[in-house]
């Protein structure tokens, strides 16, 4: 007969308040994360809402050969994984760096007051974002183009121009969602031993070099969970930004998945076809954070647990 052993057992008792505590939160991502994982079935079916998941004509893998058939497929896959790629790094390079150099700030009101400005955006939706911008970089009244004309340039068509749209969606997109990443780095930094910094300075190092050698070593760990985290977003480029700024003319650089799904699947009622390209995206974002985690673990020591 199987038996636990002691030490297992002991550390079972310990832990079981724990987990009946997180009881109440895992009902509810059962109920709701899980439980509608049963309409991946669609992806397989040729589906009619009036018959339902299980009586819907089965296809097989039809729905993804129909989306590999596709003329604009692997197009809108590099522009997906271009974009979200260059967001991925913007969203971590520029936080670390901001929450950096505002660390190296000595009053505290003023970090305070930057800290809350540059993190106002994070509470706009897109819908109200993509309003603003659409003024602001209108090619004839927009404040970005009057500033243009005064430099005696021919104003820019940032929204409309295919070459410039996807670096117009990271920069707009880092803008708005810095300040979260900057929390959450600063937090790092406040856990970082304080007597480093001390020892540090009786050994004659500047703040510069307290920064590159003590700071971001320290933020690391931080640094590398967020890595991993954003790495299953992968193939989410942000279907909110890109559908309020998007427009027919940029769709070669600038659709994306999500977009293609919405156009697919509610536009055009093919919803199996649209819950095949939900799958895969699925199954890439699970492959890359895996693989991450397996980095992080082997090159930066880093474990959940």
């Known amino acids: 007969m199987f038996k636990l052993k ?22 509810p991502v059962l109920i709701f994360s899980y439980y509608p994982m049963v309409g991946i079935v669609i992806a397989f079916e040729r589906f009619f809402p009036n018959r339902g998941f299980f009586h819907s004509p089965f296809v097989g893998f039809k729905n993804f ?5 596709l003329p604009n497929t692997y197009q809108v896959l590099w522009n997906t994984v271009f974009i979200s790629a260059m967001k991925i790094v913007a969203g971590i390079v520029v936080p670390v760096l901001f929450s ?18 540059v993190y106002m955006p994070y509470f706009l939706s897109w819908v109200i ?11 004839n009244s927009g ?18 121009n295919e070459k410039l749209f996807p670096f117009v969606l990271v920069v707009t997109d880092t803008w708005k969602n810095f300040g979260y990443g900057t929390v959450i780095f600063l937090a790092a930094i406040a856990g970082i031993a304080p007597s480093l ?11 510069f070099q307290q920064a590159i050698h003590i700071t971001l070593p320290g933020m690391l760990p931080i640094v590398a969970l967020i890595a991993t985290l954003s790495l299953g977003d992968v193939l989410n480029a942000g279907f909110d930004q890109v559908f309020n700024l998007y427009s027919p003319v940029v769709y070669r650089t600038g659709d994306i998945l999500d977009t293609l799904v919405y156009r697919v699947g509610l536009l055009n009622s093919q919803y199996g076809v649209a819950a095949a390209i939900g799958l895969f ?16 673990g082997r090159f930066l020591e880093y474990r959940v647990f």
């Open 6 to 27: 002691p030490a297992t057992m002991t550390r079972f008792r310990v832990q079981l308040p724990m987990h009946l505590m997180l009881l109440p939160c895992v009902i």
């Open 65 to 69: 050969e129909y989306v590999l058939n």
């Open 100 to 117: 950096i150099l505002l660390d190296l700030v000595r009053s505290s009101r003023v970090r305070r007051t930057v800290q809350t400005i």
């Open 129 to 139: 974002l993509s309003g603003i911008l659409i003024d602001v970089l209108s090619p």
């Open 143 to 160: 404040v970005v183009n009057q500033l243009i004309k005064m430099l005696g340039m021919e104003p820019v068509f940032f929204l409309a």
């Open 197 to 207: 910094y001390e020892s540090s300075w009786i050994d004659g190092a500047n703040r």
């Open 281 to 296: 995206k699925s199954v890439v974002s699970i492959i890359f954070i895996g693989t991450a985690y397996w980095l992080s």
